[in-house]
């Protein structure tokens, strides 16, 4: 055979990656995956009817930065003031946040019962303007966080109703919370103002405006699921700017009422905590002074009692000028003994304290008039520094990185403590000693005195010692109230929260954006499952990639109901579409010649017989002498679409029951077309189609036909259809789209590679409209092909109809 214009196509061997081909099999999916976007858009609409409103609540709270005096940095903290106040900030945040102080203000408020009314898509809570009142005694056990219905009809009594089955089980006294399904319960009346006791629970449901028959479901809510809620992701807390130190806190809420309340009680035991804990100082200051006034008042009277009945006894009142003068030396030097004794003391004490870690107990030195501003702020910094470990236990444990990092700073602060413990306490011992020798010296000159004044005075020391220590005590403890009284919360509320009736957008915004991206995300994934999936040739390109021979037409859907569709519909696509092939043929072999076609397919259902017909049909209108043979002797079928008999044909013929070849072939009913159908299926049609007999009669027919089609049987079934093969100008390969699998290209390509056939090319049968485009007008251009349609149809279209088969 002679070059001809389809001998440029080589099989490259070679596969490259086409992202443009694989898009496009994405798009032809684009109905589906739009439909899925609306679909998913709706879905998320009606979840969103069914979610409640949430509404941001939003207070702010001022924090104080306090003394913060940058005397002596031996504890390696940061001394900025910048940076105590930014810990400050960071502390009081984890402390608006703490279990603790949550728990607290839980205490205060009743939120442990919750009241809905029931509407068309969900149930909306109320709080304000309750026809009821709930009490709950929760020192018994109750069913937790499901709803039960009260309704009413009159103002003595209510009935009880449990729609809900399941319910969180909540007992005093244990931690753990159950799972409980309290079965089918019956509806029960119960009397208003009246404790009722069931098995699931205690409560008294009070009237407070039941003038007309209504129903309310209830929630009783059990502590851990309230803190869940209050100190979870709802409670935002966070600086306003970098240059100030306010803290605002909202909340995320379904009742703004409700949420406006919790803020407003959380920034009140929060400055009430503050204003306790700044107070705990000044408290201990006081009881430790009371302490010491109640020995020295006792001690005091004493000495009073005792010096006025020797004054009485002896008839003496006054001491002489000598006696005087030591007098009044003595007197201030056992006063400033004392007070010197009174700090070591302190001192001592102090260092017990750290030793032995009871940092509860300390005194800040300046509260008992002890002026050492460098002890007073280490021990600020280490009360400070334990204050926050405290805050950070009630939400952590000791093992937690922010735990450890406090627990280090304190025991530095400890130790830098100690140190300078360790200087003072040498130097008040040195005083104490410088004192007591002084004393002595004194004590000497005084016993050079009468004794009737010696023992006046002896008394007359004692009384005015333990009176200045008494007078100091009383000053001090003084200054303490007055600073304890005057004491106000460190901190404050620089704006309280107020509700807001605007919900939040961002939840629903969300949702849509999740039901787009889910509408979008998963029909590419069913798509992409089909695509890499899928066995079945659908693509032409993948097709041509595949195979080593070219494709000469494509074939579209046939919507009609006969096969004979170049016959019956001349001015349809697929009718062109086989004139296309008929015109291709002609680059094969010329025109001027006569030809021989073999038709034939992989397995059955292909769609030979549909094309060999459909291109005799073509030759016939074309003013060719047609001849179309069925050679697939084992399952007949071209008699049935020409209403043919076939009691005789090519099984005939072969078996020599005929000798003459023309009693077997009949005219069809169309031009220029004849047929020679299979005949009955012979019990050896493969011996039949491979004798001389066959090879001798299509020699006859060329000097008769200008073409010779030949159906015959599927290569990948019979053995007999490669003998005729060998005897025919053209082989065609048809394959179907959506039913030929990937792995038939194979067979195809082993009888040029295998085979050595030259010969062979493919026809691209059934193709989805969707694939097909016909001069660039696309599928239903020809008005064979034109039917109406509405929007629907037009985006799902191609499946239906008679298969090209």
Request: proline share 3%; hydrophobic share 35%; with cysteine.
């Amino acid at each position: 055979m002679s070059n001809n214009e389809f001998e440029y196509y080589k099989e490259d061997g070679s596969e490259t990656f086409d992202f443009k081909e694989l898009v496009l099999k994405y798009v032809k999916y684009w109905p589906y995956i739009i439909a899925s976007i609306f679909l998913s858009i709706g879905a998320a609409y009606f979840y969103n009817l069914h979610q409640p409103s949430e509404y941001k609540i939003e207070g702010k709270v001022l924090i104080e930065a306090g003394e913060s005096g940058e005397i002596l940095n031996l504890t390696g903290l940061s001394s900025g003031r910048t940076s105590i106040l930014t810990n400050k900030m960071a502390n009081q945040a984890h402390h608006l946040k703490s279990r603790t102080l949550a728990n607290q203000v839980l205490d205060n408020l009743d939120f442990d019962v919750e009241y809905y009314r029931e509407g068309i898509f969900k149930d909306d809570e109320l709080y304000i303007a309750l026809p009821v009142k709930i009490d709950v005694d929760w020192d018994h056990s109750q069913i937790t966080e499901n709803k039960f219905e009260i309704s009413w009809k009159d103002k003595s009594s209510f009935t009880l109703s449990y729609d809900e089955t399941e319910f969180i089980q909540y007992t005093p006294g244990q931690e753990r919370l159950t799972k409980v399904e309290i079965g089918d319960t019956p509806a029960k009346a119960y009397k208003f103002n009246e404790w009722v006791e069931t098995p699931y629970g205690k409560f008294k449901v009070s009237s407070v405006n039941v003038d007309k028959p209504g129903s309310l479901k209830v929630m009783f809510r059990n502590r851990s699921s309230l803190l869940a809620q209050y100190i979870g992701e709802n409670l935002t807390i966070a600086p306003m700017d970098a240059l100030s130190s306010i803290l605002s806190v909202s909340i995320i809420t379904n009742v703004p009422e409700k949420g406006r309340d919790y803020l407003n009680a959380l920034f009140d035991a929060f400055l009430e905590n503050g204003l306790r804990e700044k107070n705990m100082q000044a408290r201990k200051t006081v009881d430790f002074i009371d302490r010491q006034i109640s020995g020295v008042s006792d001690t005091l009277s004493d000495i009073e009692t005792k010096l006025q009945t020797f004054r009485s006894n002896n008839r003496t009142y006054n001491i002489g000028t000598e006696g005087n003068s030591i007098f009044q030396k003595i007197s201030t030097l056992e006063t400033e003994l004392s007070q010197e004794e009174f700090k070591n003391e302190y001192y001592k004490n102090l260092e017990s304290y750290l030793n032995t870690e009871s940092y509860s107990d300390i005194i800040l030195p300046s509260g008992i008039g002890i002026e050492d501003p460098i002890l007073n702020r280490l021990l600020q910094d280490l009360i400070l520094l334990q204050s926050q470990r405290s805050q950070y236990l009630a939400t952590q444990t000791t093992n937690s990185p922010a735990v450890k990092e406090v627990s280090r700073k304190i025991n530095d602060a400890n130790a830098s403590i100690n140190e300078v413990l360790v200087n003072i306490i040498s130097n008040s011992d040195l005083k104490v000693a410088d004192l007591q020798g002084r004393l002595s010296n004194l004590e000497r000159e005084f016993r050079r005195l009468p004794t009737t004044e010696q023992d006046l005075l002896k008394i007359q020391r004692s009384f005015t010692l333990n009176e200045n220590i008494y007078n100091f005590l009383m000053q001090r403890r003084a200054e303490a109230a007055i600073a304890m009284v005057s004491n106000t919360a460190p901190d404050e509320i620089m704006e309280k929260a107020v509700p807001s009736y605007l919900p939040q957008k961002l939840k629903p915004l969300t949702t849509y954006i999740i039901g787009i991206a889910l509408g979008f995300i998963l029909p590419l994934i069913v798509i992409s499952v089909i695509i890499f999936t899928s066995v079945k040739i659908k693509n032409k390109k993948e097709l041509e990639a595949k195979l080593n021979n070219p494709i000469l037409t494509s074939i579209g859907h046939n919507n009609a109901s006969k096969s004979l569709v170049v016959f019956n519909k001349n001015k349809s696509a697929i009718a062109e579409s086989f004139r296309s092939l008929r015109t291709n043929l002609t680059f094969v072999v010329p025109n001027d010649r006569n030809i021989t076609i073999a038709v034939t397919s992989t397995i059955a259902g292909e769609g030979k017989s549909f094309t060999s017909m459909n291109l005799a049909a073509a030759y016939a209108i074309s003013d060719k002498k047609t001849i179309l043979i069925g050679c697939d002797l084992h399952k007949p079928k071209l008699f049935d679409d020409f209403n043919l008999n076939n009691t005789k044909g090519l099984s005939t013929f072969l078996s020599k029951q005929v000798e003459d070849v023309n009693s077997v072939i009949q005219k069809s009913q169309y031009p220029n077309l004849d047929l020679m159908l299979a005949g009955p299926t012979p019990p050896n049609p493969a011996e039949l189609l491979i004798n001389n007999r066959f090879k001798s009669m299509l020699d006859n027919l060329k000097d008769i036909y200008d073409v010779i089609i030949l159906d015959t049987p599927p290569i990948g079934l019979t053995s007999e259809t490669l003998s005729i093969l060998r005897q025919t100008d053209v082989n065609l390969c048809v394959v179907r789209y959506n039913y030929s699998k990937l792995s038939f290209i194979n067979d195809i390509n082993y009888l040029k590679d295998g085979k050595g056939f030259k010969n062979v090319y493919t026809v691209f049968n059934d193709v989805s409209s969707k694939e097909l485009s016909y001069g660039g007008y696309g599928y239903g251009y020809y008005s064979d092909d034109k039917k109406k349609s509405n929007v629907i149809s037009k985006m799902f279209r191609g499946s239906s109809g008679r298969a090209a088969v």
